[in-house]
Each structure stands twice: as structure tokens, then as C-alpha cells.
């Protein structure tokens, strides 16, 4: 995605605020279920229209289009304030956190030969005849245990190895995480991790709302085929 004919400041990711404003210089790559909240000053001219554009094989085409009919002021803004911030979203006791791993496997030209589904082990070719082939650790779709349990309050770092060759938007309900960066840092708050194939991520979030989590691929057909498991977080 691309804007043209405006200048703008990302200042929220997946419904949380950024602690500062980042200009927009180049493209925002937005995957399935991933929300991008800006601020925006209009540049293009009375009789233009701004656009915001899908950028499809390096072609921004007009995705939606902002006719400019009148001039309000030609003044920029300088670089707006952050919104507030939400409570209760910080990450801590990484050294202690519980941790888990996820392996994504399945799709075409993939590695997975067979997978569990409904209880029992079949073959790829099984899994493809009943268009179930995309499997979290080597299970397919929903199972009576949860990926991870975890008490409220518990910080957990989660792993997830993409071993396939497509891309996969991993979407977790009930609360947001921070990706743990290569240098240790921690990325900004989001629902949604947008993985390529090869991808080894880390994700580390403190769990604070008890009950029984979705955790899926937002590309909703490869969910439908396999790609979904849950979280539970004790009281």
C-alpha cells in the first residue's frame, strides 16, 4: 500500500498507539487482519484526487480515491502527537516466560508428508483429497489441547517456524504481543505477524484475559484447510 497525494504518520498498529509517529516513506505492507491508523496533511491540488494505492508486481493502482474539491490551508502540520497509550500492554519477565513453539508445514511444494487429523496420521495425498493439508505441529485444525496453558498475569514467548513456502498472517485473539527482534528488542504491539516462508519469529506477550484463545492464520482460507489451534489462559 501506498499513499499519494497526501503525507502521512502511521500512529496506531492493530488498534494500538505508537509511543511516537512514524512518517510514511515508502510502501506499508498490511497483511490479512493487520490495521494501519494514520494522520494524514492532503498535498495534491484542488481538482486532483488523492489516492490510496495497492501496489500489485511494483504498479500502484488507486485502491480508493480523495477528489480535492476546495482549499483549506496549504500550512503542514509538524509530526503529530501519540495517542494515548492502552493500559495493562506491557511485556516483562521475558527470562522467566513460559515458551512454546509452533511449526507451520503444508501447502504445495512443502515438506509435510503426512499429518493428525481427526486422530488419525494420513498421508499428504490423503490430506490434499480432503482439502485439509496446512497443519500446526504436524496437527490439523482444532484440538482438544491447547497449544499452550498459561495463568493470568504469566508472560509467554511463543516461536513460530513458517516451513512452507507461502506467506501466513498469524492472528491471536484476546490479547497483543510484541515480536522479540534479532537484537533482543521488542517490536511495536500488534494482533497479527505477518511470516514468510523459512521465517523462524518470536512473539512475547503477558496474558491478561482468562478463557480459551483463537490463534489462526488470517488468510482465512488456509485457517478453513488446517491452520487453527487456541490458547488457554487459566484464572
Do not use: Y
Request: proline share 6%; aromatic share 6%; with cysteine.
Amino acid at each position: 500500500m501506498q499513499l499519494a497525494g497526501f503525507e502521512g504518520w502511521v500512529v496506531a498498529l492493530d488498534g494500538m498507539p505508537l509511543p511516537t509517529p512514524q512518517p510514511v516513506t515508502n510502501e506499508l505492507l498490511l497483511a490479512p487482519g493487520q490495521r494501519i491508523d494514520l494522520f494524514v496533511d492532503v498535498t495534491a491540488d484542488v481538482g486532483e484526487s488523492a489516492h490510496l494505492l495497492r501496489v500489485d508486481d511494483e504498479k500502484g493502482v488507486s485502491q480508493v480515491a480523495f477528489p480535492v474539491l476546495a482549499l483549506g490551508t496549504r500550512a503542514r502540520r509538524g509530526t503529530p502527537k501519540p495517542l494515548p497509550a492502552n493500559p495493562d500492554q506491557e511485556v516483562t519477565g521475558l527470562d522467566d516466560a513460559l515458551r512454546a513453539r509452533l511449526n507451520m508445514a503444508g501447502g504445495a511444494m512443502g515438506s509435510l508428508d503426512a499429518a493428525i487429523l481427526q486422530g488419525e496420521r494420513k498421508t499428504f495425498q490423503s490430506l490434499v483429497q480432503a482439502n485439509q493439508f496446512w497443519a500446526f505441529n504436524r496437527i490439523i485444525g482444532m484440538t482438544e489441547t491447547p497449544l499452550l496453558t498459561a495463568d493470568l498475569g504469566q508472560t509467554v514467548r511463543l516461536e513460530i517456524f513458517n516451513d512452507t513456502v507461502f506467506p501466513h498472517a498469524m492472528h491471536m485473539h484476546g490479547t497483543h504481543f510484541r515480536e522479540v527482534l534479532k537484537n533482543g528488542a521488542l517490536g511495536p504491539l500488534r494482533d497479527t505477524l505477518l511470516t514468510f516462508g523459512g521465517d523462524t519469529r518470536e512473539v512475547a506477550f503477558m496474558v491478561n484475559n482468562p478463557g480459551d484463545w483463537l490463534f489462526h492464520c488470517h488468510m482465512l482460507s488456509h485457517a478453513d484447510s488446517g491452520m487453527m489451534t487456541w490458547l488457554k489462559v487459566n484464572t
